[in-house]
């Protein structure tokens, strides 16, 4: 919409204003909320190194076999060829093995599953097969505890192609229903008798290209670091996350499938998993564009960053850009020390008819009322704060919406603020409006 002389005029004029506070007010907000986000380097994981005993298999040897007569430090590098579905189950190393293709070779794995495994990297492999009539439900990538509890720990994926096939462009939604694989990478914490996941930690998914799959990845152990990876065309949810101390950084997700299965696609999804609580969530520097690809095969609808189900605490969700064609850019509820900051969020102009924001509201589905959140230095079309703005609930400052506010009072009250202009929400200002 093309802005009018007196429009322009009001926005110039609350931008001045918006720029010209004073940041003790934000320092102050921020020491309210008393924010601390998890940090890698605190969570005492082994730091990944390369040994000097370096060796190679090819497709003809046992590679499930080699790892098994390996010894800590080694380098396999696999040469060209297939090695089949691999399990590594239960070696415990004391300084990383590596498990890498040659230098220009492509190592193909059809499956690959770790059990009660430490310190190993799985570096520049290809992990490719697709799902058959037997077997629907299968997860291309798969870290677990054992079934006795052994611990899984100090695991690093980096590098791999992981797909279900090539490129799915020829695909009939008969054959994403069939062939999809239903889980590129799951990383699986088990659970102690209390509900929290336990037996696996200090997993590092880094620089990783998953597409082609129905869910990109699920996240359900601690400590895990999930960071510069791509997730592209996929049929469900791009990543799936229930675990406390984890990181998600960094990453690039694109181009939602609608396979016609009856699900609702999110970018990121904070699930119930096995507790209801969890805390000590990074969320920053993420890009989501729902479609780049023109002309796209079947593209679908695709909701942002978000959580409906389970409590959040310390959760931080931050420099994330989200273009989509949902109402859902980034919204979240129940959730405690809570930062949602420095976010860009927009409709992508698709057909939809929608609109997207950024939405903090009370409750998710079984959770407990939200407190204690910032919201602050936002760029959005929309943003609705559905909670009471007292300094117990939420501080929304400094956050532009080219659409519309919408917030509530202390008393509850709604108020939907779409003229140009610098509005309080509770006691925090310049929040600015402008069409």
Wanted: charged share 15%; net charge negative.
């Amino acid at each position: 919409m093309k802005k009018s002389a007196a429009s322009n005029l009001v926005f110039s004029i609350c931008a001045s204003f918006v720029l010209g506070l004073v940041a003790s007010s934000i320092a102050a907000a921020e020491e309210r909320v008393k924010l601390d986000p998890p940090d890698p380097t605190r969570w005492g994981c082994s730091v990944p190194s390369s040994g000097s005993n370096s060796y190679t298999l090819d497709a003809s040897q046992n590679l499930a076999e080699a790892i098994k007569k390996a010894k800590a430090g080694d380098v396999i590098n696999l040469a060209s060829g297939n090695y089949g579905a691999v399990s590594v189950n239960g070696p415990r190393f004391t300084s990383f093995v590596t498990i890498q293709a040659a230098p220009g070779a492509q190592a193909v794995l059809t499956f690959l599953h770790v059990n009660s495994a430490s310190h190993m990297i799985f570096k520049n492999l290809k992990i490719q097969s697709q799902a058959t009539a037997d077997k629907q439900y299968q997860k291309l990538v798969l870290v677990q505890a054992g079934n006795s509890g052994n611990a899984s720990d100090n695991i690093v994926f980096e590098g791999n192609d992981i797909s279900s096939v090539d490129d799915s462009a020829a695909w009939s939604l008969a054959d994403w229903l069939a062939h999809g694989q239903w889980t590129g990478l799951t990383v699986d914490g088990g659970a102690d008798s209390n509900g929290a996941q336990s037996f696996v930690s200090c997993i590092s998914v880094l620089h990783n290209k998953i597409h082609d799959v129905r869910i990109g990845v699920s996240i359900g152990a601690i400590k895990t670091l999930f960071q510069g990876n791509t997730i592209d065309r996929f049929g469900d949810d791009a990543l799936d996350y229930a675990a406390s101390d984890i990181v998600i950084r960094d990453n690039t997700i694109t181009n939602a499938i609608n396979i016609g299965d009856g699900n609702h696609p999110d970018a990121m999804q904070g699930q119930i998993g096995r507790s209801k609580r969890y805390s000590n969530i990074l969320i920053d520097g993420n890009t989501v564009i729902r479609q780049t690809i023109s002309g796209l095969k079947f593209s679908g609808p695709l909701q942002g960053i978000d959580a409906f189900d389970s409590d959040w605490y310390n959760i931080t969700v931050t420099h994330n850009k989200v273009t989509t064609d949902s109402y859902h850019g980034i919204s979240y509820a129940s959730i405690h020390t809570a930062n949602i900051s420095n976010n860009i969020v927009h409709f992508d102009g698709s057909p939809s008819g929608k609109f997207t924001w950024l939405m903090v509201s009370a409750k998710t589905h079984a959770g407990s009322t939200s407190d204690h959140v910032l919201v602050k230095d936002n760029v959005v079309d929309r943003l609705s704060i559905q909670i009471p703005a007292v300094p117990e609930s939420v501080i929304a400052e400094h956050n532009t919406c080219s659409q519309q506010l919408a917030y509530q009072d202390e008393k509850g009250k709604a108020f939907w603020q779409s003229k140009p202009g610098v509005y309080n929400v509770g006691s925090e200002t310049g929040n600015l409006v402008g069409n």
